[in-house]
């Protein structure tokens, strides 16, 4: 029997349209269920069928939130799987590979892989159908990966029970057809997944979760317009805020969703729209808007590849400056960035309180890897969310106001002002995109145009969500800052740098707007050494370090920026740092050895 | 019971002395008054343009919005609260130009808000250049040789888009455009009033004289039925839309909300208070649950 | 001479296996060819969407724009360059959805363009949400209880802005899908052929199977003739739509260049050399002058 | 007779639509056509009819090319204009006001500022009706600033010949009347204005001059769409361009507006778009994909008081960030900004230049003082215009090319690909926002698209646009940065300093993309203090210059930045540099000397 790896690779790969994807998420949801961490990554392009692409599991017992390079165990329903990812595959690897293609390995295949081929089209035929080949080959691997076939049972009922005993018959059959004829023909004993606490996780993607925080937080209204990577949160949504008496409005475009959110925010409820880039340029003069109305509004940008259609399925953090200072004008905005399936949620719930709070648009920068790939949590913070509803006036104050007129935008000292909703009696004032006086009515005085300015800006002033958050030694030799989905791949990183005796901290930011510029400042200060990781081509992040003033002197500033479409893996951090740090030790060995199969060959024999 | 006074505001109107918009203000006041509205229960949703001003003038709760949205924004007002009378009003720039996917949406869509389209062929703030409904050969500072556009033609273009209230009014007819908006706010649907409402500054065609000679009250043919679709489109082509009336209705057909599953039966999601959306939460537990 | 085989290229066309656009582009690569054209002189803006990749597939030049936004686009291609044949394609969703707007003001600024639209009723690309054209009640994952709006009805709607050349042809049906498109493109002016084109992964109510049934030529209706608006308007109501053919065509009407003052006398913008352009400059003296 | 201040201002204000603007444009042609240079500003709201306006015209002998806040002579049509403008007065100064309304001085109206009541309603009727009051009180002005009649009939002949004989006739007789009014029962002497060059001066506004930079370049396509202040450009290429074959479309929006240069661009046609703020916002998407699809493109935006709506009528500087950065994803852009007249003119000009040799979007940041406002110049530099159409590839090239298919995003040293435009025949390819390989098909692989955001990037390395013009000795004790309309303001103010012995530079940034960052440093280097002037509320120059790093350890940097919608008058830069530089005698006396009607009282007897 094998070790087990530190974190187990399993990846299968074919065309688009054949059920990757699918295939990943069952073998991602039963393990997850079993009690193990998952991870779950795809690599695909925007067409519906046709052209590679493959959906990589990472399966250990401990939290795993990010990609590698490093595979276990290949699926490979075509050749061209085999020949683009056959680098990844570690010493006592297996290539699964169906028979009818009659696959070969390249020969560049690393030492001590093995092609196993099986006749997965075949024996799916026998099961019911070539539809039943991943099950075939889901089978196959749960004999390889040492599983119980009888969870995969279970989802199978679960998921296809209402299509009728006959459909869930075949796909039962195609597991176990898979599993005998892994267990019969293949060589040796099965690989040892480490083992598992046995409490089941969740299986989500941070679009899911974040549209449950939305739900959470008493969003009700839910205007969208498809987008590639964001449509899962309207589609989670739709499924769901029926339920609650709430709607979900599939727009005619971004402009239209922007808009249903400013009326629904105006008029009070909590309401959002989720896009991606190009719908966020669109949103532009919409955002404008609800800064300069004082709405309250949600907007998340589920990033991904630009400039303009850019790459629409691939990995990318470049809309930073373009969600803060986007908008013509001068309006304040809100914008935070979830790093983790469990902030996706916490991030989608507190958003609605902040926006309420803050009388402003708050603008949820969420990233493609975060939003569409798949991560375990033990729970969602579900319990911590609160609602607050801010400075919403009540019906005695506003009889007192009476006749003389609501001022819905008086002049306090944070800036905040009174509101009053619509069907309020009393309440009644304009809001307007103009320039407005306290009452809301237009007025372009000059004294009057400085004082609103500086009171629409001086809301953010207060503005408590968390800079950031931190984690490692008070004065580490080197600080690691991340935004975004980077987290569990920094956190990788800096487990093997640790192992060789760095003192390594990683601090990942949650807040862009405001700037937590002194917040950071004061956490830099006096540090030798700090590692920007950011996937964008220019770097915002730095860039932003840099406006604000947010870089002590004497900090050293080294950065790894990427926009290539493919999510950083923990040896892109590791070894710049280790190399600037001296680190000795074979840190190359390390980020291998974890995940390898000890002894090489021993796992097939 | 609100009076007419209840929807005036102490605001002087900003537009030219005799502009069309006047007009159309007070019919919609008058409109809300007769229909017994409270002014905290109307939300009026304005776009940009001369016209657009027109919220600033009114005690209700406005909103005044970009250029073009105003109907996507007074669904979103809908949607929170449909308990709340919701009115959109704008130019015909602010319609039909900017605003003409959102229009010819609403129209499909039919949530139950009123469209009022202050409708002067130009556009009046930026100070005169044609707009989608000019007459063609319409000169301006933008186009010196002559507007050589075809004129977009909004209520035929609504009922084909399959609009369930279809209507034309003219500022200089006040008493008929109040009538108008009124039972255009009492359809349940999506109600659209074409005000046609001249600009005395910029518009030296479609004068208030040229309208006072060629409209015509469609409501006073004695073949006229509001529900005749083909009746109604083939009139607008034989007339070139100088009508007025309720072109066109249909009152059969269910509103967004009333399709929306669920919707009206449930409070209007604005109005829920930070406990009931607190106990809404609890809901949440199960729904994380099925991701396990 | 080009030939059939000019227009093609060697990539491999990315939709499904059997997918209705694989026959909207070999319908277009054959009028193309059966028109003469050279593919130098051929001018294909696309759209974003599944359709929207047909520009990948057709040796031409080609123009791949954001969503929605064909037709500005070509039209200004067709200004620069109006010796160019210009033909503009996208989606359903690009064109009635997110580009409605530049639909309808297109059809009523008449430019010489052919605009094909793919209409799958369905957002396919984006994996199978309901569409502008698809039907009521239709479920898809943004709308798990079904679609509850009314959808869009192009060829009326194209009728009523005011168009002069409204087709639909099938993808199931090349060899009239081609006469189609080769007519829309001979004709002077905006020609809008609706191709449908149905999508065999998401779309299980519209399928080959439903058209094949469905659909009537109307060219074939003993009353047929291609110049009547109100017959045309009056069949396309009686059948939902489901038709084929030229359903309208109005040859009189100029087009958009053809009134734009001096324009087509003119040598071609994008065709003025740097020589030409600063010859042209020495006339700009005179005009700065008439600031003295 | 009075002394000749060194600008002589005189202001007309009344009720909007009541013909305030075209009088003072009168005035300003008139006496530019003297040979006098002229600025002509204008307070406006976003209101046909009704409301204050005035128009103000500074007279010089000399350039003068900003607003003030000093006025000798005001022309009052209504109460409510003596109210709002009489602090401006100067001793000396005179009111002259209508009779009808029975204008009254404020208590606070500064010592020696007479009133002097007119008839002008009742002359007016006179002379053909109550439209005729402007003219009269131009009569009036005429008289009192020491002018000839004849060159205003001559502008009244020119004006309304076309509209025949009695038009004329009732124009002349009203100035006449106005004239003659104010000679016989004014008291004392007229004033003298500076004596002029006697060369008549072009008089036009930043849009019209950006205009007629854009047609001779070459420019024959604009779509727009209207909105103040940016209108002005469209009307006047509507005027012109059908006689150049070109045409001027009027879309339904900017969104259509940019795709259609997006369209004409890539056809090859030197196509343009302007507006302002909103429309900027809408343009995002749009210009994304002219970075995207290497499109030659101009586009530009005369901004305006934003966030949203704003104040469309009111200056600002506050689009700066949304034109460099605003779009999703990474686009490279040039921006440019102009502040002068001829700066306008060139501009409109270069940056079809920049386009066709970048094959990117080039966006020209104008301002509403420049662009609506009315300057004198001398000539514009018409001459100096080239036209350089960049890498287009020649037809026997394109031959050679063949069947292989031709390369239009080729990689090359500078990043600057071979152009081909439909039409030639081999040059077929596909332009996409989609990132694509060097033919332009979609293409997602990680190296093809690190090498293509590195390529288009690399291209703005080569932009030779001058970074900003320096005017002062090589190193000041003070050197003011500014950009736009600013340039005028700063100018004034720098002659009051250097008058008091300061030693100060002027240093006008013209390009904010590529950011000058290394050439401002190399300015910077070494000077004590710089002194930033910018109009807007958050400081977006300084932003960017931090976030280069363009400040150079040691300088110290204050700046002046406001967003209360008045441009700057010279003395709100020059009161705080001077305190700054300690600077010894009354700076502020100066200030107002050079305008100062002496001695006081004198002027009007
Ligand atoms: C995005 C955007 N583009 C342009 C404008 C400038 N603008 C203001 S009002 C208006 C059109 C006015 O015409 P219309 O809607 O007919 O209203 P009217 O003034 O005639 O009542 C325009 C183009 C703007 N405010 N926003
Ligand atoms: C501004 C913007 N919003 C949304 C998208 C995402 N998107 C890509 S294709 C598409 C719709 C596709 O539907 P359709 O136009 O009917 O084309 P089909 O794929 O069905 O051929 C959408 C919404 C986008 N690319 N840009
Ligand atoms: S410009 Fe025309 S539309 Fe605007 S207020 Fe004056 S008359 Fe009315
Ligand atoms: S998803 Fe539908 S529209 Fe897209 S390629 Fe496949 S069949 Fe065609
Ligand atoms: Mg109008
Ligand atoms: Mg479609």
Redesign the pocket.
């Known amino acids: 029997m094998a070790a087990s790896p530190r974190v187990f690779a399993w990846k299968i790969g074919g065309d688009q349209g054949e059920g990757i994807d699918s295939t990943g998420t069952i073998l991602a949801t039963v393990l997850a269920r079993a009690g193990y961490w998952i991870y779950g990554y795809k690599w695909f392009s925007s067409r519906i069928k046709g052209g590679h692409t493959h959906f990589k599991v990472r399966i250990s017992d401990r939290p795993v939130n990010g990609a590698s390079s490093d595979t276990h165990v290949l699926v490979a329903l075509t050749q061209e799987t085999i020949d683009k990812n056959i680098d990844e595959l570690l010493p006592g690897g297996v290539v699964l590979a169906d028979e009818a293609f009659r696959p070969r390995l390249p020969e560049r295949t690393p030492a001590g892989v093995r092609l196993v081929p099986i006749p997965l089209s075949e024996i799916a035929k026998r099961a019911g159908g070539a539809l039943m080949r991943n099950m075939v080959a889901l089978g196959a691997s749960a004999y390889l990966l040492g599983l119980d076939l009888e969870p995969f049972h279970e989802f199978v009922r679960r998921r296809w029970g209402a299509k009728g005993e006959p459909v869930v018959e075949a796909n039962i059959k195609a597991l176990e057809e898979g599993y005998a004829f892994a267990r019969e023909h293949l060589p040796g004993e099965p690989f040892r997944l480490p083992s598992p606490d046995g409490r089941p996780k969740l299986t989500l993607t941070g679009n899911q979760a974040l549209a449950l925080g939305a739900v959470a937080a008493g969003c009700r209204i839910m205007a969208g317009?498809?987008?590639?990577p964001a449509t899962g949160i309207m589609e989670t949504l739709a499924g769901i805020l029926p339920k609650f008496g709430g709607a979900v409005l599939q727009m005619e475009?971004?402009l239209a969703a922007v808009h249903v959110v400013a009326g629904a925010g105006y008029a009070g409820a909590r309401a959002m729209t989720a896009t991606s880039g190009?719908?966020i340029s669109?949103m532009q003069e919409g955002i404008g808007l609800l800064s300069m109305t004082e709405t309250p509004s949600v907007i998340v940008d589920v990033q991904r590849a630009g400039p303009s259609?850019g790459e629409?399925t691939k990995v990318e953090q470049s809309d930073l400056l373009a969600l803060i200072h986007g908008g013509h004008g001068e309006g304040p905005r809100i914008v935070i960035v979830p790093s983790s399936v469990e902030e996706c949620f916490s991030d989608g719930a507190e958003a609605f309180n902040l926006a309420e709070r803050f009388q402003c648009p708050v603008i949820v920068a969420s990233d493609l890897a975060l939003g569409e790939f798949l991560h375990t949590a033990e729970d969602l913070p579900l319990e911590q969310v609160r609602i607050e509803r801010g400075a919403l006036v009540e019906g005695e104050e506003l009889r007192q106001v009476g006749e003389t007129g609501f001022q819905r935008y008086a002049f306090t000292p944070t800036g905040i002002s009174p509101r009053s909703l619509p069907g309020q009696p009393h309440g009644q004032f304009l809001a307007t995109g103009s320039e407005h006086n306290v009452f809301g009515h237009v007025n372009e005085e000059p004294e009057n145009r400085r004082r609103m300015m500086e009171k629409r800006w001086k809301k953010l002033e207060a503005v408590d969500f968390p800079a950031f958050t931190y984690e490692g030694p008070e004065r580490p030799d080197a600080l690691v800052v991340g935004l975004g989905y980077t987290r569990g791949v920094i956190d990788e990183a800096l487990e093997a740098l640790r192992a060789h005796g760095a003192s390594v901290g990683h601090l990942q930011v949650r807040r862009l707007s405001p700037f937590p510029a002194a917040e950071l400042r004061r956490r830099l200060e006096g540090l030798p050494f700090a590692f920007l990781v950011e996937q964008n081509a220019t770097g915002e992040l730095r860039f932003l370090l840099e406006a604000h003033d947010a870089i002590p002197a004497g900090v050293v500033v080294e950065e790894v920026h990427k926009a290539d479409g493919r999510p950083f893996v923990p040896e892109e951090i590791a070894r710049p740092v280790a190399e600037r740090l001296g680190l000795q030790g074979d840190l190359e060995a390390w980020l291998r050895a974890g995940e390898q199969l000890a002894p090489v060959g021993e796992a097939v024999r | 019971m609100a009076t007419l006074e209840a929807f005036k505001t102490d605001e002087k109107a900003w537009w030219c002395p005799g502009c069309g918009d006047f007009g159309v203000l007070s019919a919609l006041q008058k409109a809300l008054a007769d229909l017994d509205l409270e002014p905290e229960k109307v939300a009026l949703v304005a776009g940009i343009g001369c016209s657009g001003k027109i919220g600033n003038y009114i005690n209700s709760y406005n909103l005044h919005v970009t250029h073009g949205r105003t109907l996507p924004a007074a669904l979103g007002v809908k949607l929170a609260n449909p308990s709340l009378t919701v009115i959109a009003a704008g130019g015909d720039g602010d319609a039909f130009a900017i605003g003409m996917s959102h229009f010819a949406h609403a129209v499909r869509r039919n949530m139950d808000v009123t469209y009022i389209v202050m409708d002067n062929h130009i556009y009046g703030l930026t100070k005169g250049q044609n707009s989608p409904t000019s007459d063609p050969g319409a000169k301006s500072k933008a186009s010196p040789w002559g507007n050589v556009e075809q004129p977009v033609r909004p209520l035929s273009l609504a009922i084909s888009a399959g609009a369930t209230f279809v209507a034309q009014g003219f500022s200089g007819n006040p008493r008929q455009l109040t009538r108008i908006i009124e039972e255009a706010i009492r359809h349940r649907g999506f109600s659209f009033v074409n005000a046609i409402s001249p600009c005395v500054t910029f518009n030296k065609i479609n004068t208030y004289d040229f309208y006072r000679k060629s409209l015509v009250d469609l409501e006073q043919d004695p073949e006229y039925r509001a529900n005749d679709r083909a009746w109604a489109l083939r009139k607008l082509l034989e007339t070139g839309e100088l009508v007025t009336g309720i072109v066109y209705r249909d009152d059969e057909t269910l509103s967004l909300e009333e399709r929306l599953p669920g919707f009206l039966q449930a409070k209007p999601v604005a109005q829920r208070t930070r406990e009931e959306l607190e106990a809404e939460k609890a809901r949440v537990r199960q729904l994380i649950e099925s991701y396990r």
């Open positions: 317009y498809p987008i590639t475009d971004e190009p719908g669109l259609t629409p």
